[in-house]
Each structure stands twice: as structure tokens, then as C-alpha cells.
């Protein structure tokens, strides 16, 4: 059962444009939204998360739009840079004691120069 | 400072085999997971550890699979009777007391398992 969709599987940008990738859940009792950002062959690392009491959370070039009565989310990378070329994965989980995330399939972001 | 540290990083391995991977957590982090990563999925959780005890192991696939943390800092997931499909990329995670943690979860680099 796939609880968290994830789309597009893959996306190219060229640099200095707008990177969003989008993604749906089905769980109403998930209240915690990150996003990993993955480099081949090194673990998920934490790039932002956000948890439904707020509708966009903003850090730096990276933006998390919640839109909680459709039950999507998205990530929004502006002025994207060949640096920001990676895997992304969204992920979700519910209230209480342990992070037991489900993620999204992925999306393999490139960054043309 | 050290993150986690997940021994071996590669692992080849023949189709019935016995495995153990090695999971080496954040000093101070008392909640560590383990993960699977399938070619070009998304990590699907395994087992959750809140101190020694295994708090969560709903994901474990089969009875073949097993972890443990016996004095709640280093954990070992074992394997039995490996199968060509037990073959991805196993994820260790900690993170530091539920109450007081923002969420976020630190990986290790995994092991890749490949069985033959």
C-alpha cells in the first residue's frame, strides 16, 4: 500500500530556474512532512519539514507549500543550482513516539549548467 | 563531530547465507532505526529501537529477519537464509529522545547487501 505518491520520478532544470517536485498522502493522521535529500551512495539527510499548523514553511532557496485539505505537499527549490542535483525524497509520519517515516519513490533532480 | 556509522558499507553474499550488519549511532542518540532501500525506491522502515528494546518491528519482513541493541548504543541487524531479494541498500538511522527531538532522523551511508 502506497501511502505517500511522489511525483515526477525524474526532472531537469536548467540552473538558475525553479525546481518543484509534488507529492500526495492518504494517511489524515500523518502531522509531520519532511523532505530528504540523498547524493549517490550517501544516506538521506534533512533538507526541511513542516507540520500541518502552517501552510508554507521557507529556508533559504528551499520552500514547503502544505496543502492539508487536499492532502498534498511540494517542494519548491528556486534558483536552483547544479549543486542541488540529488535524489529528493518526501516523507511522512504520525504523532508520537518514533520518526517511522514513509517516504515517497523519489525524484532524481538535474541541474543543467 | 562522528554520524552514524554503518559497518560494512558492501556486503556480497551467496543465496542462504547468514548476514549481520552493523549499525554504529550518534553518541547520546537513544532512538535508532533501521531501513531498506530498494534500487530507486524510497527507504520503507524496518525496526525501531527506543533504548535496548525493539519499540517497533512491524516492518520486518519475515521471521528471517532480526535486530538487536543489547546495551542501547551499537545495533546489529541479522539475517538468515538470505534471498536474492533481502539484496538493497540498509539503512541506520538515530535520532535523540523522542521528547525532545525535532524529527529529524540521521542516516548512515548504508551497506549494501547483494546476494548472489
Known amino acids: 500500500q502506497q501511502q505517500v505518491k511522489q511525483s515526477p520520478q525524474s526532472l531537469i532544470v536548467q540552473k538558475g530556474g525553479i525546481s518543484i517536485i509534488n507529492c500526495a498522502y492518504e494517511?489524515?493522521?500523518?502531522?509531520?512532512f519532511p523532505w530528504y535529500q540523498q547524493f549517490p551512495g550517501k544516506g538521506p539527510a534533512l533538507l526541511i519539514a513542516?507540520?500541518?499548523?502552517?501552510s508554507e514553511k521557507k529556508e533559504g532557496r528551499f520552500t514547503i507549500s502544505f496543502n492539508k485539505s487536499a492532502k498534498q505537499f511540494s517542494l519548491h527549490i528556486m534558483d536552483s543550482q547544479p549543486g542541488d542535483s540529488a535524489t529528493y525524497f518526501c516523507?511522512?509520519?504520525?504523532?508520537?513516539?518514533?520518526?517511522?517515516?514513509?517516504f515517497g519513490q523519489g525524484t532524481r533532480l538535474t541541474i543543467n549548467p | 563531530g562522528a554520524g552514524v556509522s554503518q559497518t560494512p558499507s558492501n556486503k556480497v553474499t551467496e543465496k542462504g547465507k547468514y548476514v549481520e550488519l552493523r549499525c554504529d549511532p550518534i553518541?547520546?542518540?537513544?532512538?535508532l532505526y533501521w531501513y531498506r532501500q530498494s534500487l530507486g525506491q524510497g527507504p520503507e522502515f524496518l525496526i525501531y529501537?527506543?533504548?535496548?528494546?525493539?519499540?517497533?518491528d512491524s516492518g520486518l519482513p519475515n521471521d528471517r529477519f532480526f535486530a538487536v541493541r543489547p546495551e542501547g548504543s551499537v545495533s546489529t541487524l541479522k539475517i538468515q537464509r538470505t534471498e536474492r531479494g533481502d539484496s538493497a541498500v540498509y539503512l541506520c538511522?538515530?535520532?535523540?529522545?523522542?521528547?525532545?527531538?525535532?524529527?529529524?532522523?540521521?542516516f548512515g551511508e548504508g551497506s549494501r547487501l547483494t546476494v548472489l
Open positions: 538511522a538515530s535520532s535523540p529522545r523522542t521528547s525532545k527531538n525535532t524529527g529529524e532522523l540521521f
Open positions: 494517511n489524515t493522521a500523518f502531522d509531520y
Open positions: 513542516i507540520r500541518p499548523d502552517v
Open positions: 516523507a511522512a509520519s504520525k504523532r508520537g513516539g518514533a520518526q517511522k517515516l514513509v
Open positions: 553518541s547520546g542518540h537513544t532512538a
Open positions: 529501537f527506543q533504548g535496548t528494546g525493539a519499540a517497533d
